[in-house]
Protein backbone atom coordinates (compact mmCIF):
# COMPACT_ATOMS: atom_id res chain seq x y z
CA UNK A 1 0.00 0.00 0.00
CA UNK A 2 1.27 3.44 -1.35
CA UNK A 3 0.01 6.71 0.79
CA UNK A 4 0.39 9.67 -1.29
CA UNK A 5 0.11 13.10 0.42
CA UNK A 6 -0.95 14.99 -2.47
CA UNK A 7 -2.60 14.34 -5.61
CA UNK A 8 -0.68 13.44 -8.85
CA UNK A 9 -1.40 11.44 -12.28
CA UNK A 10 -0.84 7.69 -11.98
CA UNK A 11 2.24 7.45 -14.36
CA UNK A 12 4.00 9.88 -12.40
CA UNK A 13 3.29 8.16 -9.06
CA UNK A 14 5.04 5.09 -10.73
CA UNK A 15 8.16 6.80 -11.58
CA UNK A 16 8.42 8.27 -7.87
CA UNK A 17 7.99 4.54 -6.63
CA UNK A 18 10.81 3.88 -8.45
CA UNK A 19 9.09 1.52 -10.81
CA UNK A 20 10.30 2.64 -14.21
CA UNK A 21 10.28 6.08 -16.05
CA UNK A 22 7.57 7.92 -16.57
CA UNK A 23 6.94 7.58 -20.19
CA UNK A 24 6.92 4.20 -19.57
CA UNK A 25 4.65 3.67 -16.90
CA UNK A 26 2.64 6.10 -19.48
CA UNK A 27 2.72 3.12 -21.88
CA UNK A 28 1.82 0.45 -19.45
CA UNK A 29 -0.98 2.65 -18.07
CA UNK A 30 -2.64 2.97 -21.77
CA UNK A 31 -1.99 -0.66 -22.25
CA UNK A 32 -3.96 -1.55 -19.64
CA UNK A 33 -1.73 -3.54 -17.48
CA UNK A 34 -1.70 -1.00 -14.49
CA UNK A 35 -4.48 -1.01 -11.87
CA UNK A 36 -4.95 1.70 -8.87
CA UNK A 37 -7.06 -0.11 -6.09
CA UNK A 38 -7.93 -3.54 -8.17
CA UNK A 39 -9.33 -1.42 -11.37
CA UNK A 40 -7.68 -1.21 -14.43
CA UNK A 41 -6.98 2.79 -15.39
CA UNK A 42 -5.44 3.46 -18.84
CA UNK A 43 -4.95 7.11 -18.46
CA UNK A 44 -1.95 8.20 -17.12
CA UNK A 45 -3.08 10.87 -15.64
CA UNK A 46 -5.57 9.62 -13.37
CA UNK A 47 -5.12 11.16 -9.93
CA UNK A 48 -3.77 9.17 -7.24
CA UNK A 49 -3.76 10.46 -3.25
CA UNK A 50 -4.08 8.75 0.12
CA UNK A 51 -3.55 5.01 0.49
CA UNK A 52 -3.79 3.01 -2.72
CA UNK A 53 -2.46 -0.18 -4.08
CA UNK A 54 -1.02 -0.27 -7.10
CA UNK A 55 0.33 -2.96 -9.42
CA UNK A 56 1.71 -3.90 -12.96
CA UNK A 57 0.70 -6.83 -14.64
CA UNK A 58 -1.28 -7.94 -10.96
CA UNK A 59 1.95 -7.43 -9.13
CA UNK A 60 1.98 -5.11 -6.38
CA UNK A 61 4.41 -2.18 -6.87
CA UNK A 62 6.07 -1.19 -3.76
CA UNK A 63 8.44 1.74 -3.15
CA UNK A 64 11.56 1.56 -4.74
CA UNK A 65 15.21 2.78 -2.73
CA UNK A 66 16.58 5.85 -4.71
CA UNK A 67 19.73 5.00 -5.84
CA UNK A 68 22.50 7.50 -7.80
CA UNK A 69 25.26 6.01 -10.03
CA UNK A 70 28.32 6.96 -11.51
CA UNK A 71 29.48 4.86 -14.64
CA UNK A 72 32.28 5.30 -16.80
CA UNK A 73 30.78 4.29 -20.35
CA UNK A 74 33.92 2.75 -22.28
CA UNK A 75 33.73 3.62 -26.04
CA UNK A 76 31.38 1.55 -28.02
CA UNK A 77 28.91 0.94 -25.43
CA UNK A 78 25.27 2.25 -26.61
CA UNK A 79 23.14 3.87 -23.95
CA UNK A 80 19.86 2.04 -24.24
CA UNK A 81 18.40 -0.94 -22.04
CA UNK A 82 18.29 -3.25 -25.20
CA UNK A 83 19.83 -2.62 -29.13
CA UNK A 84 18.64 -4.02 -32.30
CA UNK A 85 21.94 -4.66 -33.54
CA UNK A 86 23.01 -6.46 -30.53
CA UNK A 87 25.80 -4.06 -29.15
CA UNK A 88 26.69 -3.98 -25.93
CA UNK A 89 24.62 -1.68 -23.80
CA UNK A 90 25.64 0.41 -20.44
CA UNK A 91 23.11 -2.17 -18.69
CA UNK A 92 25.90 -5.22 -19.59
CA UNK A 93 28.09 -3.36 -17.29
CA UNK A 94 25.73 -3.05 -14.06
CA UNK A 95 27.09 -6.46 -12.71
CA UNK A 96 29.72 -7.46 -9.83
CA UNK A 97 32.77 -7.75 -11.58
CA UNK A 98 32.05 -3.47 -12.39
CA UNK A 99 31.34 -2.14 -9.05
CA UNK A 100 34.10 -0.37 -7.92
CA UNK A 101 35.86 -0.64 -4.63
CA UNK A 102 33.69 -3.72 -3.08
CA UNK A 103 31.91 -6.98 -4.15
CA UNK A 104 28.25 -6.28 -5.21
CA UNK A 105 25.44 -8.27 -6.82
CA UNK A 106 23.42 -7.47 -9.72
CA UNK A 107 20.09 -8.54 -7.30
CA UNK A 108 20.89 -5.56 -4.98
CA UNK A 109 20.01 -3.36 -7.85
CA UNK A 110 16.78 -1.75 -8.59
CA UNK A 111 14.67 -3.69 -11.41
CA UNK A 112 14.67 0.15 -13.91
CA UNK A 113 17.51 2.11 -13.98
CA UNK A 114 17.94 5.42 -16.20
CA UNK A 115 20.89 7.11 -17.74
CA UNK A 116 20.55 10.50 -17.08
CA UNK A 117 21.53 12.05 -20.71
CA UNK A 118 23.24 10.20 -23.13
CA UNK A 119 26.57 9.77 -24.40
CA UNK A 120 26.64 8.17 -28.14
CA UNK A 121 28.37 4.98 -28.78
CA UNK A 122 31.75 6.81 -29.60
CA UNK A 123 32.11 9.12 -26.48
CA UNK A 124 33.31 7.96 -23.18
CA UNK A 125 33.12 8.85 -19.58
CA UNK A 126 31.29 10.16 -16.90
CA UNK A 127 27.60 8.38 -16.81
CA UNK A 128 24.77 8.99 -14.29
CA UNK A 129 22.07 6.42 -13.89
CA UNK A 130 19.42 6.58 -10.80
CA UNK A 131 15.91 5.53 -10.48
CA UNK A 132 14.85 8.88 -9.25
CA UNK A 133 13.86 9.96 -13.08
CA UNK A 134 12.69 13.72 -11.46
CA UNK A 135 16.12 13.85 -10.20
CA UNK A 136 17.36 12.69 -13.51
CA UNK A 137 15.38 14.85 -15.74
CA UNK A 138 16.52 18.04 -13.81
CA UNK A 139 19.65 17.32 -14.71
CA UNK A 140 19.78 16.59 -18.17
CA UNK A 141 16.84 19.57 -18.40
CA UNK A 142 18.79 22.25 -20.95
CA UNK A 143 16.78 25.00 -18.54
CA UNK A 144 19.43 23.31 -15.56
CA UNK A 145 22.27 24.90 -16.88
CA UNK A 146 24.04 22.02 -15.34
CA UNK A 147 27.69 22.34 -16.49
CA UNK A 148 29.02 19.63 -18.47
CA UNK A 149 32.46 19.33 -18.71
CA UNK A 150 34.65 17.16 -21.68
CA UNK A 151 37.84 16.50 -22.93
CA UNK A 152 38.13 16.40 -26.74
CA UNK A 153 40.91 15.35 -29.12
CA UNK A 154 40.65 16.75 -32.34
CA UNK A 155 42.73 16.28 -35.08
CA UNK A 156 44.28 19.81 -35.61
CA UNK A 157 46.34 21.60 -33.04
CA UNK A 158 43.53 23.77 -31.70
CA UNK A 159 44.44 28.23 -31.88
CA UNK A 160 42.89 30.96 -29.91
CA UNK A 161 40.70 31.36 -32.85
CA UNK A 162 39.40 27.49 -32.29
CA UNK A 163 38.57 28.58 -28.71
CA UNK A 164 36.87 32.22 -29.48
CA UNK A 165 34.54 30.73 -31.71
CA UNK A 166 33.61 27.51 -29.31
CA UNK A 167 32.08 30.27 -27.04
CA UNK A 168 31.45 32.67 -29.94
CA UNK A 169 29.27 30.43 -31.28
CA UNK A 170 28.87 28.22 -34.80
CA UNK A 171 26.00 27.27 -37.05
CA UNK A 172 25.12 23.61 -37.63
CA UNK A 173 24.31 22.01 -40.78
CA UNK A 174 20.54 22.95 -39.41
CA UNK A 175 21.16 26.43 -38.78
CA UNK A 176 21.36 26.19 -35.44
CA UNK A 177 23.37 28.31 -33.44
CA UNK A 178 25.35 26.06 -30.91
CA UNK A 179 27.94 27.56 -28.11
CA UNK A 180 30.45 26.37 -25.76
CA UNK A 181 30.23 28.09 -22.27
CA UNK A 182 34.14 27.75 -21.77
CA UNK A 183 36.80 26.05 -24.12
CA UNK A 184 40.65 25.52 -23.12
CA UNK A 185 43.35 23.86 -24.67
CA UNK A 186 44.71 21.49 -22.59
CA UNK A 187 48.03 19.87 -24.37
CA UNK A 188 48.56 20.05 -28.63
CA UNK A 189 50.98 17.48 -30.45
CA UNK A 190 52.30 18.28 -33.93
CA UNK A 191 49.12 16.92 -35.79
CA UNK A 192 46.23 16.79 -32.80
CA UNK A 193 45.43 18.34 -29.32
CA UNK A 194 43.02 18.00 -26.36
CA UNK A 195 40.40 20.87 -25.39
CA UNK A 196 38.22 21.07 -22.33
CA UNK A 197 35.08 22.30 -23.50
CA UNK A 198 32.53 23.36 -21.03
CA UNK A 199 28.56 22.95 -22.04
CA UNK A 200 25.30 24.52 -19.82
CA UNK A 201 23.27 23.10 -22.49
CA UNK A 202 21.71 19.36 -23.52
CA UNK A 203 21.65 19.46 -26.91
CA UNK A 204 21.91 16.23 -29.00
CA UNK A 205 25.58 15.73 -29.87
CA UNK A 206 26.24 19.32 -29.46
CA UNK A 207 30.23 19.07 -29.31
CA UNK A 208 30.36 16.88 -32.82
CA UNK A 209 28.48 19.07 -34.56
CA UNK A 210 30.09 21.80 -33.59
CA UNK A 211 33.41 20.56 -34.65
CA UNK A 212 31.96 19.51 -37.55
CA UNK A 213 30.57 23.00 -38.59
CA UNK A 214 34.39 23.88 -37.71
CA UNK A 215 35.48 21.51 -40.22
CA UNK A 216 37.40 19.81 -37.17
CA UNK A 217 37.61 15.82 -36.61
CA UNK A 218 36.73 14.49 -33.46
CA UNK A 219 39.21 11.73 -32.46
CA UNK A 220 37.85 11.36 -28.78
CA UNK A 221 35.06 12.71 -26.51
CA UNK A 222 35.48 11.92 -22.76
CA UNK A 223 32.89 13.61 -19.97
CA UNK A 224 34.72 14.09 -17.34
CA UNK A 225 32.43 16.14 -15.01
CA UNK A 226 28.41 17.04 -14.62
CA UNK A 227 28.26 19.81 -12.09
CA UNK A 228 30.51 19.32 -9.41
CA UNK A 229 30.57 15.73 -9.76
CA UNK A 230 34.06 14.52 -11.26
CA UNK A 231 34.79 11.32 -12.61
CA UNK A 232 37.88 11.00 -10.72
CA UNK A 233 39.82 7.85 -11.28
CA UNK A 234 36.51 5.33 -11.79
CA UNK A 235 37.82 2.76 -13.73
CA UNK A 236 36.49 2.30 -17.60
CA UNK A 237 33.19 -0.19 -17.12
CA UNK A 238 32.88 0.88 -13.90
CA UNK A 239 30.41 2.21 -11.90
CA UNK A 240 29.74 3.36 -8.01
CA UNK A 241 27.21 5.13 -5.88
CA UNK A 242 27.44 8.45 -4.83
CA UNK A 243 28.08 9.55 -1.78
CA UNK A 244 25.32 11.51 0.19
CA UNK A 245 27.47 14.07 0.11
CA UNK A 246 28.33 14.21 -3.52
CA UNK A 247 24.47 14.00 -4.21
CA UNK A 248 23.75 17.35 -1.79
CA UNK A 249 26.45 18.87 -3.90
CA UNK A 250 24.58 18.46 -6.89
CA UNK A 251 21.27 19.29 -5.58
CA UNK A 252 22.71 22.53 -3.71
CA UNK A 253 24.11 23.48 -7.79
CA UNK A 254 20.96 23.12 -9.77
CA UNK A 255 18.99 25.20 -6.88
CA UNK A 256 21.41 27.93 -7.32
CA UNK A 257 21.50 27.75 -11.02
CA UNK A 258 17.65 27.86 -10.82
CA UNK A 259 17.99 30.88 -8.60
Request: with cysteine; net charge positive; charged share 30%.
Amino acid sequence: MREIGRKIGLARTLSKLGYCSRSRAAELTRAGRVTLNGKIRRDPETPVSGKNHIAVDGKLVDPQAKIYLMLNKPRGVVTTASDEKGRETVYALLSAKSVAGKNASQDALPRWLAPVGRLDKASEGLLLLTNDFEWGARIAAPEAHLDKTYHVQVDTVANEDHLQLLVRGVKAENGEVLRARRARLLRAGEKHSWLEIVLDEGRNRQIRRMMKAMDVEVLRLVRVAIGPLRLGDLAKGQYRSLTAGEKRMVDREMTEKAS
